[in-house]
Every structure is written in C-alpha cells, then in structure tokens.
DNA sequence: CCAAAAGTGTTCCGTCTACACCCATGG
DNA sequence: CCATGGGTGTAGACGGAACACTTTTGG
C-alpha cells in the first residue's frame, strides 16, 4: 500500500508565543496588533505556520527568533488548540509557547520593527480567536510551577539582587510577600549563590548580587523555592 | 486572495489515548500490539486520527468512546508531540489525552475485541514511538494534580469506602500513607460526605460509603485533600 | 474464637508567618 | 543630614508526621 493515511485529512499547524518579561514591578506580555486578515487589527500573539522540515520545538524557535533575535530561550509548550472556528478563514491547529525572557537582553528595535508592545498582565485587551485562552493558561502554568521549577531566573540578568529577585516572585504570583521571610528561605537554597559584586545602581548602600548555578542544577535537577 | 495559508504545510493529525485505571492496588494502562505497520507487534497506545469536521477534544472522545464504549469520560491534554521522525512512515502530529476511567465500569468485551491489556504502570514495556514519552509525561501530571484537583473519583465508583480511597491514592503516588491521618484529612473535606450506606464485600465489619459531591464542587471549584 | 478490615487521638517537631529596627551611602 | 533601599532575628501559630489499640463480624 502507497499511502496509508491518505483517507484522512491534513491540517495547517501552526505555534503562537506567549512572550512574558518582567519591568517595573510587572510581567509583561508582547502583543501587537494582526497585520493580516482574518483578524487584522486584532491584538494577538506573534505566531507562524509550522513547516514540513521542522518538529514543533524548531518551528517555535524560529518564530522567537524571528521576533526577539534570541536563541536558547527558555520555553514550554502549553497545549494545542484545535476548535473548528479558531481561525475564521481555515482550519488551523495551534501550538501555543510560552517564551520567558529577561527584558532587558531584548532589542527594542525588533518591537518596533514588528510594532508590538509590552503589556501588563492586567491590561491585556481582548485578544484574537483564542489567545486569550492561551495566555490565562500559561500564567497558570507559570504560577504553579514558579515554587518548582528554577523559572524565575530566566525573568532576570544572570546576576540579581535578592529584592530584584523578590519583586519578580511577588510579580509572578500577584501579592506581597515578607521580606525577610522571603531572604530566609533563598539562603537555604544552595543553587542561588551569593556573589562578591555590589550592585550600587538601585541603591546608595549597594546590593549583593546572586547568581543562579545552572550547572548545578543540571546534575541534580531538584529545586524548591 | 483565495488562500491565504497555501504556502504552507498541512499534516495529519492523530490523538493517542492513554487510559489509567485503578485494579488490586495498583494503576494500570490500558495497551494493545499495533495491528498496522508502522510498528506492527509493537505495544502502543491507542489512537485515531483527527478528521476534518472535529475538534480535537471532539476526536479524542469517539477514539476513546470506540475503546471504552463510555461517553463523559474525564480527560485531559497531554502534550502534543510533532518531531520529524516520530512516525517512520509519514508525518503525523499527535495530541495526547490522558482518561482516568473506573476499571469496574469497563466493559471487558472491548479489551477483547481489541485485544488490549491493562498493564501495572511499573511493568509497562518499551513502547512504540514516543508512546512512553507521553505515558510518563501523563503520569506526572496527574501526580502532581491529585492534591489540588478532584481526580481521583474518576478511578472509583461513586460510592467507595476510605480504605478504597486510601489505596488508589497510595497507587498514585506510588508509597504508603498513613492511615489515621489520611482519615483525618478526609473529614475535613465537606465535598467528600459520608453516607448512611455500609459496604459488606470487602470486610466483615462492613465499611461506610462515601461520595464525592461534584455539583456543589461545580459551585465552587476547590479541592484540597 | 479468630482472622481481617474498620475505626479512632495525641504528642512532637518542623515550617510558615508576623513583625520593626539599624545600616550604609549618594546627593 | 536625610532619603532611599539593604540587611537582619525571634516568638507564636499551624500543619504534617509518627505512632497502637479496640471494634465488629463472617466463617
């Protein structure tokens, strides 16, 4: 037999990014506005067709690299979504990503080359079909994950104050969290290493600055914040 | 235009079933020889492809419907899975969907006719594709959801003793609990009632019979065992 | 009468929470 | 010299873990 499948259908497959930074005491989430019908003029996540020579994981890759000029960004699928109506001009099935960026290792030129925006978790609009479905789903997925998994670093430049460290916790999670509370259990964490540099940017008396060891991490895979 | 999306590809997509349930202490899948090439003999999923006029959620219900002959099934998405050489005869993009189904309700004719078997969870051979892949990516998820969400009903009659409770709970998670303070925590939990029914099959003394009170977890949807 | 499962409380320990003041420095 | 953010400890509350014996009854 030639063709096994052929009695069933195709489909375009496509990946939307959810691409989340931390400023300003905020999450953030980059949305611009559809270029394109169906949909034009829709806020919506950045996305793109999934292409024959490429897994899932590469086709997500390409998109944010297309749209932040960064590799290796940390990134986790957040499910599929699949309704007929999705999309309005044709079946499309679409894997939605959830990209974690330190802000500040973004080339503002790139948003502004593709007109988008930084918003704020609670300012997002409507989105277009179901991307609003997307992102509420990853923000749960990060909130439930962020005490477990070493998520928040990629939030962060790789050295950080602890209150740097506590102001994306408290983002992250929505509401305030005590800080000496908070100090206490990051020194139990032997991952989270103190440095010798000062910070004196933020402040007057100058801060110590951490550093998460990720080589550690990777031998030993066990994190509990 | 006529076609917007043209340029692109389109792919088959399938759904995979993995489908838990609870015997003699321990969970079991429920795994069959693949019938067809590719990977004919192999132990495999069972799965389906998705056809045009469905949703994927829609799919994934009549596969496990042709499987279990039951309909409402609980269930939830796994993860998609879309690398290049996961099917070695074409290319097929597949969503995974975990059901959690109560062994008893299960209508042993079906495993025959499809020749299944329920296989112990710590017995389950090397399996076709990624199929272990998703298996293992399903069992943590439901690990990590057992205590904060009411799954675990799904694995029992609707009325069951705490002993019952106790022991699926245990074949979850995989180790022992203790008895007396598992008891205690149940009887703070006002969505899991006592009834006035005594169980006389599994001890003489007879055991009372709980429910799980789904409507008023409707109204108000948190669990915490 | 005995095997087999049901049922029941208390103590201890560790973890989380609440809470307020001094320090260093740049401007 | 003062405004700004950095840094530190203790006491009480709470929740989880350990632990053993009595009850009922079918066979």
Redesign the pocket.
């Known amino acids: 037999m030639e063709n096994y499948y052929s009695e069933h259908s195709k489909f375009y497959v496509s990946v939307d990014c959810i691409v989340l930074g931390y400023h300003d005491k905020e999450l953030k989430l980059l949305l611009g506005k559809r270029k394109l019908e169906p949909g034009r003029g829709e806020w919506a996540l950045y996305g793109g067709f999934v292409e024959s020579d490429e897994s899932l994981e590469e086709a997500s890759n390409r998109t944010l690299f297309e749209l932040t000029g960064m590799k290796n960004i940390y990134m986790r699928q957040v499910g599929v979504y699949g309704n007929l109506d999705r999309d309005p001009f044709d079946r499309v099935i679409s894997v939605a990503y959830c990209a974690l960026i330190n802000i500040n290792d973004y080339d503002d030129n790139l948003r502004i080359k593709h007109d988008l925006e930084w918003i704020s978790l609670n300012k997002i609009p409507t989105l277009f079909a179901d991307h609003g479905k997307m992102v509420n789903t990853a923000i749960k997925q990060i909130q439930s994950r962020i005490n477990t998994e070493p998520l928040i670093f990629n939030l962060l430049p790789d050295l950080f104050?602890?209150?740097q460290l506590q102001h994306v916790y408290e983002a992250v999670l929505g509401g305030e969290t005590?800080?000496?509370?908070f100090?206490?259990?990051i020194k139990q964490i032997a991952l989270i290493e103190k440095t010798e540099l000062i910070d004196?940017v933020?402040?007057?008396?100058?801060?110590?600055l951490y550093r998460f060891n990720s080589k550690a991490y990777k031998n030993d895979t066990f994190f509990k914040l």
């Open positions: 104050t602890l209150t005590d800080k000496r509370n100090r206490k259990r004196k933020t402040s007057k008396r100058g801060a110590a």
